[in-house]
């Protein structure tokens, strides 16, 4: 670790600040040093060719947008005064960083639990519709907005009433496999959150959203022929 890395480690903290403002208390001196040690082995990494093999690069923005975007601007700010050009992928596991930083040791699993959530839920569409989700589409970052505050509503206590059975009954009718993914995503939620969730019509919708938008989504056509 090298005094250089330690310095820019510290702007990395300033630009933190600026960014999160009220949203984050004081940076501990941990987060300077653990960024600062990241910097180091990603220079490694980036100097011998060697790839980050991280879960979770592509959900990161979607789950952590505001961290990840301040995550982008500090590998420009590493490649200005190192001149090693960093790749995206390493905006993942800064914005990780940044999120550490912002939550308390309390908050921080079940806030991280979104990103899981979300990798979940786009195999579990993808298989119940036969098609493969692009996590980049407009789709499924309307639909981890929709996990963001679903988790928000779960952790404070305050969710929204059952659907009525009759609609509740409807939509297993009309949209079957919208349904059964709704069904399968309430089941993957209680499991990380350890919380009960009340069924209800909204996932039904955006699970037929995201999947019925495939077709610009960049779906894998030959999965998609298979299944037709």
Not at 39 to 55: F, K, N, Q, W, Y
Not at 84 to 89: I, R
Not at 124 to 130: K, N
Not at 146 to 166: C, M, P, V, Y
Request: charged share 25%.
């Amino acid at each position: 670790m090298s005094s250089e890395h330690l310095r820019t480690a510290d702007l990395v903290a300033q630009l933190v600040r600026e960014r999160l403002g009220a949203d984050i208390a004081d940076i501990a001196d941990s987060f300077v040093i653990g960024i600062s040690d990241h910097i180091s082995t990603a220079i490694e990494r980036a100097r011998s060719g060697h790839a980050l093999d991280m879960p979770l690069v592509a959900e990161m923005p979607y789950a952590f947008p505001k961290e990840t975007g301040i995550a982008r601007e500090v590998l420009h700010l590493i490649r200005d005064r190192t001149d090693v050009e960093l790749p995206d992928e390493e905006a993942a596991a800064l914005a990780l960083h940044i999120v550490n930083a912002r939550f308390s040791s309390t908050e921080m699993p079940t806030t991280f639990k979104l990103a899981r959530v979300l990798q979940e839920y786009l195999q579990i569409a993808g298989d119940t519709f036969a098609v493969d989700l692009d996590p980049s589409s407009v789709s499924v970052a309307r639909f981890a907005t929709h996990l963001r505050f679903l988790i928000t509503r779960l952790q404070s206590g305050t969710q929204q009433e059952d659907a009525s059975e009759f609609l509740w009954n409807a939509a297993k009718t009309a949209r079957p496999r919208e349904h059964s993914c709704a069904v399968s995503v309430g089941m993957l939620l209680s499991r990380v959150t350890n919380l009960p969730i009340r069924r209800g019509g909204r996932a039904i919708p955006h699970s037929a959203r995201v999947a019925t938008d495939y077709p610009r989504l960049g779906a894998d056509p030959v999965r998609t022929s298979q299944a037709a």
